[in-house]
């Protein structure tokens, strides 16, 4: 028995909350390690909906401590209406059910601000961000001047990291032709937000010694996806953090021995939201089929998320980048009734045949699929509980998905129910 990551393979929305969610009732502590609020997670449990975004999906399960720790951005404003939408659903949220940690860095209103001012800009290259300021608190935490959670509760401290930090931003502020943020009236803002974060606030890394010295078993809960990652994604199209399973270790505190198997949420076919290349995107009746039976819309900003089929090189190359020891293939059901399906196994780019997806952007915006075609099914997947249940065509379509990704689906979702998923091997079993 060990510890289980859950990272996503694709570019986000896999369908990582429902599964976290499932398997938590094996886990005694869910850990986010990356990202912030840019997340959106939906659970639906016996028919309630449940949408977090910065809250580890454990949550939901009253039992399981739920910890954030120091790799992800918290805006705390945030936090805290988030902390009331799901308390209003009535899921108990206290210190005893959440662990903070306290060098996690914020995300502050202004680099929301910068975040949409880059974003609107009519002549720069668009990435499609949510706009909730992660990649700007991002960087502020690598170039040392983030404020940390800690330093909410020491005011004179505090006043001075603003003031370092405001040297820096209103500078840029003002370049850009934007008004200057008066120092006092942010710090009395943090001020006041202080006591909403501080009473989760913890030294997460020991937190997750202890409960592993006492054998408990951990569950990380990845953001995002390995196409969104900042290393190896479709940079600069990516977030700005390290998605891949790697960063579970150095996002909580833990070694990198605590990971001891990586499960890739792997959607059945592709979606992306925002801008940048997507080879297997469908612009036909098909792609807005998919959209449609898949309920294919942003949680976060609500937008539509793009579709296409499933590319076997990415993911591929995501279980290469990431570590991943096995899939958990979601959304099958959302390929009902379709004729047939297509397999992304290779690219076209300049004339040649290539099975990597390249580096630069421009060949990235230039490769073309290279299809295999396999017969869809007529019956339902749809909320089958045994392979017994899915059609042949569909068994097919999961085995070819296998041999093209060189890896084994370990577990297969078929609805978006707690309940609705078939286990062929259990990952907190190895
Ligand atoms: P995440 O960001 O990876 O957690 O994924 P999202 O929650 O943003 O998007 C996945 C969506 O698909 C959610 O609305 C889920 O309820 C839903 N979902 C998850 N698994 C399945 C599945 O197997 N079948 C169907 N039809 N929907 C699913
Ligand atoms: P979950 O955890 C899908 C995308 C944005 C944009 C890019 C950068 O729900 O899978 P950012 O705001 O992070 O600077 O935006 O990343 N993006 C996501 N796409 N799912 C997500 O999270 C995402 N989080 C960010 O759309 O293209
Ligand atoms: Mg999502």
């Known amino acids: 028995m060990g510890n289980v990551v859950v990272v996503g393979s694709q ?20 850990v986010r390690f990356q990202g912030g609020h840019n997340a959106g997670h939906t659970l639906v449990v016996d028919g309630t909906t449940y949408k977090l975004s910065l809250l580890p999906s454990g949550i939901v399960r009253g039992s399981k401590m739920s910890v954030i720790g120091n790799g992800v951005v918290i805006d705390p404003w945030a936090l805290k209406s988030e902390i009331k939408r799901i308390r209003d659903q009535g899921v108990h949220i206290g210190p005893d059910a ?48 983030a404020i940390r959670v800690c330093d909410l509760a020491d005011e004179s401290h505090l006043r001075e990291r603003v003031d370092n930090l405001l040297h820096h931003h209103n500078a ?36 997750l010694d202890e409960a592993s010295r006492a054998e408990k078993k951990i569950l990380f809960e990845g953001a995002q996806g390995a196409m969104l990652d900042i290393d190896h994604g479709t940079y600069p199209f ?16 833990m070694g990198p021995r605590a990971l001891n198997y990586v499960l890739g949420i792997t959607k059945a076919y592709t979606t992306r939201v925002g801008e940048g290349p997507f080879p297997t995107e469908l612009h036909d009746e098909i792609g807005q089929r998919l959209g449609e039976r898949g309920h294919e819309f942003g949680t976060v900003t609500g937008r ?7 590319d ?15 899939i958990a293939l979601t959304k099958l059901d959302v390929l009902d009734g379709l004729a047939e399906l297509k397999i992304c196994t290779g690219y076209k780019l300049n004339g040649k045949i290539i099975r990597r997806f390249p580096a630069g952007m421009s060949n990235q915006a230039a490769v073309t699929p290279i299809y295999e075609t396999m017969p869809g099914w007529s019956g339902s997947t749809q909320g089958a509980r045994s392979w017994a249940e899915l059609p042949a ?22 609805s978006p129910e707690r309940e609705d998923v078939i286990l062929i091997r259990d990952p907190f079993k190895g």
Request: aromatic share 4%; with cysteine; proline share 3%.
């Open 238 to 253: 990516v977030t700005s953090s390290n998605t891949i399973a790697g960063q579970a270790a150095a996002g909580s505190g």
């Open 172 to 207: 840029l502020r003002i370049g850009l032709g934007h008004d200057a943020v008066d120092a006092a009236q942010l710090t009395q803002k943090l001020l006041d937000i202080a006591p909403s974060v501080l009473q989760f606030a913890g030294p997460v890394w020991h937190h």
């Open 11 to 30: 570019w986000g929305d896999e369908g990582k909350g429902k599964i976290v969610d499932w398997l938590s009732s094996r886990a005694d502590v869910v």
């Open 393 to 414: 065509e569909a068994v097919k379509y999961v085995r070819r998905l296998e041999e093209a990704t060189g890896c084994p689906v370990a577990v297969l979702s078929t």
């Open 312 to 326: 076997a090189v990415m993911v591929r190359q995501a279980i290469i980048t990431g570590g991943i020891d096995g």
């Open 304 to 310: 539509q998320r793009r579709c296409g089929w499933f």
């Open 98 to 145: 959440l662990l903070i940690s306290d060098t996690a860095s914020l995300i502050l209103p202004i680099h929301g601000e910068l975040d949409a001012i880059r974003e609107n800009r009519a002549d720069g290259v668009k990435i499609g961000t949510t706009r909730r300021g992660i990649g700007p608190a991002y960087e502020d935490k690598v170039a040392r001047r």
